[in-house]
């Protein structure tokens, strides 16, 4: 037996965990190479970098999906090879704190680790909201009104926050990977030009803003799908401004829905705390500015985007004024 801790953010792009002994955070890619659909060849950065470079007996994807789990047995054995690397092997025995994203079931994020080979001390969950605002130095506990918006790969979260739960919360399927694909489309469509996923978002780090583009452009490799050929082609950032628009219109429009359905006195600790922003793909130029500018109010924005829900899941298994905001199953009984 041993008294590892963890705190586990089960992300559609990235697996942050934050283990206690050491105190430190491990992040990859969520993602896994299976080879003829039973052998798992390589999990994490090692999976990601075979993404979309496989043979056909090779699929390389991700165990989530959307946020929820896609894979249970995959998920499973990700986790445990990489905490047996980490840990030195002694699994058996430990904790784990897992965040539960808005919508998913309690059940099924508590049996990924309680029915896995790891022989779990005991599982269990903080609403990924709450994790995301602790993660961002909020005093969740407070009779406070905070707004929280976690733009991730496959899902944005628009959370208002008060006494240490979530008071209203929205989970949409777009995200990172959504305006990956607008680059994508767009591209093709205007210079019937092919690229890969890894090319859309490599251009999107590079080029993406939220409003008024600077200038800048950069060079890519695709395949010109005329002649059939790979060839270079330029992309400017006003290009991509117009590509990815329409995504950030649909994340506006859910914050939006939420502002407008959130309880007025909630609303008016809104407007004195300002909005929080987190999720990688709050890296995008400028979209605090997109956000502060349509709803005219002030936001801030984590400078470590991705480990906000872990850090968050950290100060629940440090902080005993914290503890309280994990809590178990119906099914689960621990001492
Ligand atoms: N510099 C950047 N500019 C724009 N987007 C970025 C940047 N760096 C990372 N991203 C995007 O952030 C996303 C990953 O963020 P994160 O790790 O928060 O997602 P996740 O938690 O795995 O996903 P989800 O919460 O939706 O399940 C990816 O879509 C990635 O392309
Ligand atoms: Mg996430």
Redesign the pocket.
């Known amino acids: 037996m041993n008294n590892h801790c963890f705190g586990c953010?089960f992300?559609?792009?990235?697996l942050?965990i934050y283990h206690k002994d050491a105190d430190s955070y491990l992040m990859q890619h969520?993602m896994v190479a299976v080879q003829d659909k039973k052998t798992m060849l390589a999990y994490g950065d090692e999976a990601y970098a075979m993404f979309e470079k496989a043979p056909a007996n090779i699929q390389v994807s991700s165990p989530?999906s959307?946020?929820n789990l896609a894979s249970i047995s995959y998920m499973q054995a990700f986790l445990k090879s990489l905490l047996e690397k980490n840990t030195k092997g002694q699994l058996r025995g430990a904790e784990f704190f897992v965040a539960l994203?808005t919508d998913m079931q309690e059940r099924s994020f508590t049996m990924l680790i309680q029915d896995s080979n790891m022989k779990p001390k005991a599982v269990y969950l903080v609403d990924k909201p709450v994790a995301a605002g602790l993660g961002l130095d909020i005093n969740v506990k407070e009779a406070q009104g905070v707004m929280v918006i976690?733009?991730?790969?496959?899902?944005t979260?628009i959370s208002v926050l008060s006494l240490g739960g979530t008071v209203i919360s929205r989970l949409i399927q777009t995200?990172?990977?959504s305006?990956?694909d607008a680059i994508q489309a767009a591209i093709r469509k205007e210079y019937n030009f092919y690229i890969g996923n890894k090319t859309a978002?490599n251009i999107?780090?590079e080029l993406?803003y939220a409003v008024e583009p600077e200038e800048g452009s950069m060079q890519i490799c695709g395949r010109n799908m005329v002649i059939g050929l790979p060839q270079m082609l330029e992309i400017t950032t006003e290009f991509v401004y117009e590509s990815i628009k329409e995504q950030l219109n649909v994340i506006m429009d859910a914050v939006k829905s939420i502002l407008e359905r959130t309880p007025p006195e909630l609303g008016v600790d809104i407007i004195r705390n300002g909005i929080y922003l987190t999720?990688?793909?709050a890296?995008?130029r400028k979209l605090d500015q997109l956000i502060q500018e349509r709803s005219g109010i002030r936001v801030t924005v984590d400078n470590e985007?991705?480990l906000s829900?872990a850090r968050g899941l950290a100060r629940v298994i440090n902080d005993k004024e914290f503890r309280s905001l994990a809590f178990v199953t119906k099914e689960q009984k621990y001492e």
């Open positions: 953010d992300g559609s792009y990235h942050k969520n989530m959307y946020g994203p976690d733009i991730g790969a496959e899902t979260e995200g990172g990977r305006i990956d978002e999107k780090k993406a999720g990688g793909s890296r995008i985007p991705e829900v």
